[in-house]
Antibody, heavy 124, light 108 residues
Framework: EVQLVQSGAEVKKPGESLKISCKGSGYSFTSYWIGWVRQMPGKGLEWMGIIYPGDSDTRYSPSFQGQVTISADKSISTAYLQWSSLKASDTAMYYC?????????????????WGQGTLVTVSS | DIQMTQSPSSLSASVGDRVTITCRASQGISNYLAWYQQKPGKVPKLLIYAASTLQSGVPSRFSGSGSGTDFTLTISSLQPEDVATYYCQKYNSARALTFGGGTKVEIK
């Protein structure tokens, strides 16, 4: 059974750093892209970026480039999303999700399995 | 960047009604479109990919159509358990897997 298990809820102060995780199991972790999606309170889904754990090839949404860092440790089947200096506006639910491939079989496409979400609250 | 616009942003319909949600891309994306359902407080769930292919286990009352710039998600007979927000997502470029703004579906 494919599973993505995310780390627990976090409460942080503005300016602090944070790294949240997403551990995959039940499939070949190095063979599928993992994406990160933000959902601010009461708002829609926003694609942040995506990583291929096999070689750490990473793509970012222009909206999140430079604001977060996506990484992966294939030895422990875990992807990460990190911030160096949190802002109150980073308060949101963050989901990781596995990307299936498009019809070419090469590019990441839609998200077929999702983690349970990690709620990040940033408040002074 | 290609923008994804969903309409309406919300709708209210009766049980048994046929419901149609539209997603429009600002440029052509062939059939590289997926639809998701997110029930209140829950994780998003994949419904449809490649514009019209139903994900395994999804009820057949859900269907998708379209290509190029205009896409639709149809619920043929709305059920109480379909109360959710529905999102489209394009995937024609690995650098922009953009979601639409969402359509909230409620029961009248």
């Amino acid at each position: 059974e494919v599973q993505l298990v995310q780390s627990g809820a976090e409460v942080k102060k503005p300016g602090e750093s944070l790294k949240i995780s997403c551990k995959g199991s039940g499939y070949s972790f190095t063979s599928y892209w993992i994406g990160w999606v933000r959902q601010m309170p009461g708002k829609g889904l926003e694609w942040m970026g995506i990583i291929y754990p096999g070689d750490s090839d990473t793509r970012y949404s222009p909206s999140f480039q430079g604001q977060v860092t996506i990484s992966a440790d294939k030895s422990i089947s875990t992807a990460y999303l990190q911030w160096s200096s949190l802002k109150a506006s980073d308060t949101a639910m963050y989901y990781c999700a596995r990307a299936e491939y498009d019809s070419s079989g090469y590019y990441p496409a839609y998200f077929d399995y999702w983690g349970q979400g990690t709620l990040v609250t940033v408040s002074s | 960047d290609i923008q994804m616009t969903q309409s309406p942003s919300s709708l209210s319909a009766s049980v048994g009604d046929r419901v149609t949600i539209t997603c429009r891309a600002s440029q052509g994306i062939s059939n590289y479109l997926a639809w998701y359902q997110q029930k209140p407080g829950k994780v998003p769930k994949l419904l449809i990919y490649a514009a019209s292919t139903l994900q395994s286990g999804v009820p057949s009352r859900f269907s998708g159509s379209g290509s190029g710039t205009d896409f639709t998600l149809t619920i043929s007979s709305l059920q109480p358990e379909d109360v959710a927000t529905y999102y489209c997502q394009k995937y024609n470029s690995a650098r922009a897997l953009t979601f639409g703004g969402g359509t909230k579906v409620e029961i009248k």
